[in-house]
């Protein structure tokens, strides 16, 4: 038997690498969640395509992440508009992008993105559709040197 | 001096324990969330007290849970009635639930519960209020084990 057929490649969400939060006004948030996390926010971050601003804090092996929006053209502005301030997205890490925007495409989910693009702390990007996922926005991330 | 007062104890959320998110339908939604996350959901169960069926999937050091209302007394009915599938709450673990409970009262917050409960897969929980979390339903979760 070849080796080669017997060895099939597991690919799965490496784990929740942060959740994303919309807010109205960053620096406010910065001071709620600095004291339900008990720990310092460790960056901010404006990503101007994107028309947000974020904030990043830890919490062991994972991350929140604040987005408010700079402008009523955000995505951001438009979702608080919508719902209110929330829970925005979960991103899971992903150890190939490519293979894995592949894999759920394959197995009938819409991406948002056709490549990956570039996001917040220095990451590569996708996001799923969520009328295919139950409501639920998914951005996979891939550490931008990791590959 | 004395060393005791030099010893000041830093409590923080451990990480995301899990995140909850609402479904109509249990079996539909663990067929969607198998092939996201590319894994087995490896338990389900039913909660009578909270009138919600769940079911969990593992994702590195992170679990993902779907709610299923058993009935439309269920909070998970009324919060898919008004704001649809989707994202529903974060849970943090903590090493010590009543000290990090009585920390966050001194800190201002709410909490949904004045005694830890108990929740699925093991756990006592307890909730915070989200009209001072930004909208985010934060629960807190110690394994019933831990402590």
Redesign the interface.
């Known amino acids: 038997m070849n080796p080669a057929l017997s060895k099939i490649e597991?690919?799965?969400?490496?784990?929740?690498e942060h959740?994303g939060?919309a807010?109205k006004n960053l620096e406010d948030?910065i001071a709620?969640?600095e004291?339900?996390?008990?720990?310092n926010c460790y960056k901010t971050e404006s990503v101007d395509s994107e028309q947000v601003n974020t904030a990043f804090f830890s919490?062991?092996?994972?991350k929140i992440e604040?987005l408010e929006p700079q402008s009523e053209e955000s995505v951001i502005h438009k979702f608080i508009e919508t719902?209110?301030?929330?829970?925005h997205h979960?991103a899971?890490?992903v150890e190939n992008i490519e293979k894995e925007m592949q894999?759920?495409v394959n197995?009938?989910?819409t991406l948002l993105n056709d490549k990956p693009k570039q996001g917040a702390d220095g990451k590569l990007v996708c996001f799923?559709h969520?009328k295919?996922?139950?409501?639920?926005l998914?951005e996979l991330v891939m550490d931008y040197k990791a590959k």
Chains 1, 2 share one sequence.
């Open positions: 597991i690919i799965q969400m490496k784990k929740i959740i939060i807010v948030s709620v969640f004291q339900i996390l008990n720990t919490s062991g092996p994972n604040l719902k209110g301030e929330g829970i979960i899971f890490e894999r759920l197995a009938g989910f799923l969520p295919k996922t139950n409501g639920v998914i």
